[in-house]
């Protein structure tokens, strides 16, 4: 097993770490300020309607529009990092992520240029999608192949933990701005969001800049198999863990979308409760996510990556009627509970070891190509469409049954992958380990 031996080692493993909690902070921070205001503003001033729940359709369908784009990003931007290095392929993802945000921040809306306003939006989010689709996985290899290899699970944590302080971030700020009147949240409030991101982008690129390329990277280069990663090499090599990345983001991806999305438009337009209260309790859940990410990571270097992601999955999903209960109760410390427990506590034992264990199913070579477009292609069949699908049930059924329904289908997809999945925690991911599928 390689360690981490030097001081200077031990020094680009942190600024490797925290350059991939930056750059995820990002990636994340634009998707959930994007779901966010779809929910809430998006809907009336790009896609205005007479029934508020097609606008809502409309503004989400646009917010599945990203996750399309992934998959092609996950391909191109994974190739790149697996052929160019790692360092180049993410201050490229995080250049072009922050600027499609900030575009955003900037577009008319459709009373003053009409359908070129949805058209525009839907052109920016695709840029966010297709730089998505390398950057998680780039920010995971930067800092797994970086970090202690006996604590990788830690050192993987560092680009979830981006998720969750991206959803505490963007929920704060949209809740802050709900604080303006309505004139002025609807003329300008919306956009203050989204020109963060230009805040973000500058910090993250200063500090992607300095990074070194990784020393599993730097071997592949010595002995020339670097230049032989591809997609197509990790489908031929790694047909079960592509299998199992994709299956494992069912109910991962699933959840993350739920409870600062979808939940937020139940809460308010369902339930009328207020938009300015279910932000905070967003904000509360991801304030506790801050914390668990960690915890449940470095549990999963002692018992496994499986054991700890299943058992998020499960009680995700044994959650989701007390969660809606508790919602229905209109009690603000209940509601409160709703949020923190699924939110802040259970999803993110799916979250947290998912990164090493993504980075540990494929070799060096074709680690981020494999994990990048396996990671996208899960995040299109599942998350992209969650809002979508689930506002399309709740409208069919008229009741949150049917998204629940939905959402136990795509959590024993997630365990039926997981079972078939091999534990990784002890392989060897610089010289030995991710071979051929069933030789390690």
């Not at 790009?46 to 998959?71: E, K, Q």
């Not at 992520?97 to 306003?117: K, R």
């Not at 074709?366 to 899960?378: K, P, V, W």
Request: charged share 15%; proline share 5%; net charge positive.
């Amino acid at each position: 097993m390689v360690t981490i031996t030097t001081s200077h080692d031990k020094h680009q493993a942190r600024r490797a770490g925290i350059a991939a909690l930056v750059g995820t902070t990002l990636e994340w921070y634009d998707f959930l300020i994007y779901g966010t205001a779809a929910a809430l503003i998006l809907n009336k001033l790009f896609f205005p309607s007479g029934d508020p729940l097609v606008g809502t359709m409309a503004a989400f369908a646009t917010y599945a529009v990203g996750f399309m784009a992934r998959p092609i990003g996950g391909i191109i931007l994974g190739n790149l990092g697996d052929r160019a290095g790692r360092k180049r392929m993410l201050v490229l993802t995080i250049t072009l992520m922050g600027a499609a945000t900030t575009l955003i921040g900037f577009l008319p809306s459709y009373d003053q240029i009409g359908f070129w306003a949805p058209l525009l939006l839907i052109t920016l989010r695709l840029v966010q999608g297709f730089a998505a689709g390398g950057e998680y996985a780039g920010a995971v290899v930067l800092s797994v192949e970086h970090g202690d290899q006996s604590r990788r699970g830690a050192a993987g944590a560092w680009a979830p933990a981006g998720f969750a302080v991206a959803t505490l971030l963007s929920t704060g700020v949209f809740q802050l701005m709900l604080l303006l009147p309505e004139p002025a949240f609807r003329s300008w409030g919306w956009r203050v969001p989204f020109l963060l991101g230009a805040l973000l982008l500058l910090v993250g690129y200063l500090i992607r800049r300095r990074i070194h390329e990784t020393p599993a990277f730097e071997e592949a280069k010595k002995t020339g198999t670097a230049a032989k990663g591809s997609v197509l090499a990790a489908l031929r090599e790694h047909p079960r863990s592509f299998l199992v990345v994709i299956g494992a983001r069912f109910a991962e991806n699933s959840f993350a979308y739920l409870f600062p999305v979808f939940g937020v438009v139940y809460a308010v337009d369902r339930l009328g409760i207020d938009r300015s209260f279910t932000l905070l309790a967003v904000v509360i859940g991801s304030a506790l996510q801050v914390v668990a990410v960690p915890l449940w990571a470095a549990l999963s270097d002692r018992v496994g990556r499986r054991p700890v992601y299943a058992g998020g999955a499960i009680a995700s999903v044994l959650w989701l009627a007390p969660y809606f209960l508790l919602l229905e109760t209109l009690s603000p410390a209940l509601i409160v509970i709703g949020f923190a427990v699924g939110l802040g506590v259970f999803y993110p034992a799916m979250l947290a070891p998912q990164a090493a264990y993504f980075a540990e199913l494929f070799d060096t070579r074709t680690r981020l190509s494999g994990f990048a477009f396996a990671r996208e292609l899960g995040s299109v069949l599942a998350g992209g469409f969650l809002p979508l699908v689930a506002t399309a049930l709740l409208a069919w059924a008229g009741h949150w049954w049917a998204v629940a329904v939905y959402l136990v289908v795509l959590t024993v997809v997630t365990l039926i992958a997981l079972a078939l999945g091999p534990e990784t925690r002890d392989r060897d991911i610089v010289t030995t380990a991710g071979a051929p599928d069933g030789s390690a």
